[in-house]
């Protein structure tokens, strides 16, 4: 075949495919209409998935009757006017292809009004052609009914799932746009049956109260955005106990446009690090903000992804509100799902109250305050760190790790890295609180290093000598050492200090931390008890102990895990007991 044009009419259903894939794309594009014409209500009706109709109903400024028909043409928009304004996007619509698209893929029939009009225009487009148009009453806004979508594309039609999941799929999109516009009342119909209805009272957890069920949402706490110039992140993230088989939980927004971003929501599940259990997903709804400037919108068709100017520094500030927020926050179990306790062990809370009379710990208090809410009947709330309940060391195994039980079950705990996890509170604390310690060596002792180590030292120096250490260039690539952090004991001093470098040069660590943090946490791992190593009894009921008391127990400074924790139930399962 020559080459040749395409005709208009066959242009226009490729181009339409791009944007309109299946009945949610068309309710998307739609209300984003409906958002950008500042509309306060809007309603979505369905029938049969959205094939046989789609009628989404606002009360938003609506469209002069003179510009109808030019709303229908490919690239018309009134949102953008020169290159100048790509940079600076603040609606959700831009590209001036919708109505266009959907047109040529279906029959639209278009009803609308502006306040300053009396009478409104009724305007019917078939397969991309104006059949009919005429002066209409209607009240103030825009109401576009799409019928027959894809009727005249067997392949498309085709590729079109059950009504059932297509509805599925409005679902998804009516509630997620939701959830961005809070102060928008959104409803959807399907089958003449209202299937959702948000109270656009502005405030997102009653919009996550009418999506998902009382639990879920009891589980969510809320991500406090930092004073800090840049990307804002705001939003609601499950705790630890709130996880699911996929990524689908965490839905994002950038600037209140709903985004399917790898990268980001991947910054959202290493936010998460040792938290969850193995292949589990967090829930996150989150909200964020940034410069325009900053962010490409223009990427995708229908706008679905995003690019950022520096994607590095949105992940970081992402990663870390989230982790802040999952971290700061923890879950006390109302009765109606609290994991069930041990039967007939001492472990109904009983033990944990005898030793809250006796001595009582910090960690015992917050055990007690675990068990005394559960009693109450509390709603579910945030209260504090994730701290682990008081444990009773049962043994070790291979030399490697301890073996234990607590209220919930069988907690196996890495010496190592549980070790690591409390020496490195404690340096975290001396230091924030000016309370560095340090040892004086007898004899300074004098270390040689190669160029690449010597280099590193000396850039760390300073804050070496601010965390204990005492160093000091003693010519080319030696130096003095005079003092050390206490943690790392008496000998083998120069081993220590080669181990500290090396474990910065080539350490990968899981989650973001500071350049201090790293340091402080290069020097706890060259000092925690290894792997291999026996341990007596009471050396791991104290480190077991110093690891309740852990604002993190869960992990180690590198973000590794500290425990594996078997509850009750899973014991249970696997034994075939239940
Ligand atoms: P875009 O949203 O990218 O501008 P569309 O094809 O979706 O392109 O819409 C074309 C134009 O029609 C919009 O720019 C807007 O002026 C007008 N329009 C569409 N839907 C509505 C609506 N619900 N209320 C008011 N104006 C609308
Ligand atoms: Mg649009």
Redesign the pocket.
């Known amino acids: 075949m020559p080459i040749h044009l395409l005709t208009a009419e066959v242009a226009g259903k490729i181009a339409a495919g791009e944007v309109v894939e299946r009945p949610a794309s068309v309710v998307k594009?739609l209300i984003?209409?409906?958002v950008?014409?500042g509309a306060s209500q809007i309603r979505v009706e369905i029938r049969e998935g959205g094939r046989r109709l789609i009628r989404v109903t606002?009360n938003?400024?609506?469209?002069p009757s003179a510009e109808v028909p030019l709303?229908f043409a490919r690239h018309?928009?009134?949102?953008l006017d020169d290159v100048g304004d790509l940079d600076r996007i603040a609606t959700l619509?831009?590209?001036?292809?919708?109505?266009?698209s959907i047109a040529a893929v279906s029959e639209v029939t278009l009803l609308?009004r502006p306040r300053d009009q009396d009478v409104g225009l009724l305007l019917r487009v078939d397969g991309g052609q104006v059949t009919h148009h005429e002066g209409h009453g209607c009240p103030v806004g825009?109401v576009?009914t799409v019928e027959h979508l894809f009727r005249r594309i067997p392949a498309r039609a085709k590729f079109l799932r059950q009504p059932e999941t297509e509805t599925g799929h409005i679902y998804t999109i009516v509630t997620h746009y939701s959830l961005a516009y809070p102060e928008i009342q959104f409803g959807l119909t399907a089958d003449g049956r209202t299937t959702f209805q948000s109270p656009g009272n502005g405030q997102v957890r009653d919009v996550l109260l009418a999506v998902h069920d009382l639990d879920t949402v009891e589980q969510l706490v809320d991500v406090e955005p930092p004073d800090a110039p840049g990307t804002r992140v705001t939003g609601y993230v499950g705790l630890p106990s709130l996880h699911r088989a996929n990524r689908s939980y965490i839905v994002l927004f950038v600037n209140r446009r709903w985004v399917q971003d790898r990268s980001l929501a991947h910054a959202v599940v290493q936010a998460y690090h040792a938290l969850l259990p193995v292949g589990r997903f967090p829930v996150a709804f989150l909200f964020l903000a940034i410069d325009p400037a900053e962010v490409d919108v223009n990427v995708h068709p229908t706008k679905r992804e995003v690019r950022f100017r520096d994607g590095q520094r949105v992940f970081a500030t992402l990663q870390r509100a989230v982790r802040a927020a999952v971290t700061s926050h923890a879950p006390v179990q109302a009765p109606g799902y609290a994991p069930r306790s041990w039967p007939g062990s001492g472990w109904d809370g009983q033990q944990a109250g005898e030793e809250a009379v006796l001595g009582a710990t910090p960690a015992t208090q917050i055990a007690m305050e675990l068990y005394r809410t559960a009693d109450e009947g509390e709603q579910l709330q945030p209260c504090g760190p994730v701290r682990l309940p008081l444990l009773r060391v049962v043994g070790q195994v291979g030399q490697t790790y301890i073996v234990a039980e607590g209220p919930q079950g069988l907690y196996l705990i890495d010496q190592h890295a549980a070790h690591e996890r409390v020496l490195y509170e404690k340096m975290s604390a001396d230091h924030r609180q000016h309370a560095v310690t340090s040892q004086a060596l007898l004899d300074p002792l004098v270390l040689e290093l190669d160029p690449l180590l010597s280099g590193m030292l000396s850039q760390h120096l300073r804050a070496l000598n601010e965390l204990g250490f005492a160093i000091e260039p003693f010519g080319g690539t030696a130096y003095l050492l005079r003092a050390v952090p206490p943690v790392l004991g008496t000998s083998d001093l120069r081993a220590a200090v080669v181990d500290i470098l090396e474990i910065l040069r080539v350490g990968s660590d899981p989650i973001a931390l500071s350049a201090e943090q790293r340091l402080i946490a290069a020097i706890c791992k060259r000092s925690a008890v290894k792997a291999g190593m026996v341990l007596a009894p009471e050396e791991m009921q104290k480190l077991v102990r110093q690891l309740e008391l852990c604002e993190l127990p869960h992990t180690c400074p590198h973000g590794r895990p500290t425990l594996l924790h078997f509850s009750v139930e899973q014991l249970e399962k696997g034994f075939a007991r239940r």
């Open positions: 594009e984003e209409n409906s950008d014409a606002d938003g400024c609506g469209i709303a018309a928009t009134s949102k619509g831009f590209r001036g292809e919708a109505l266009a609308t825009t576009v």
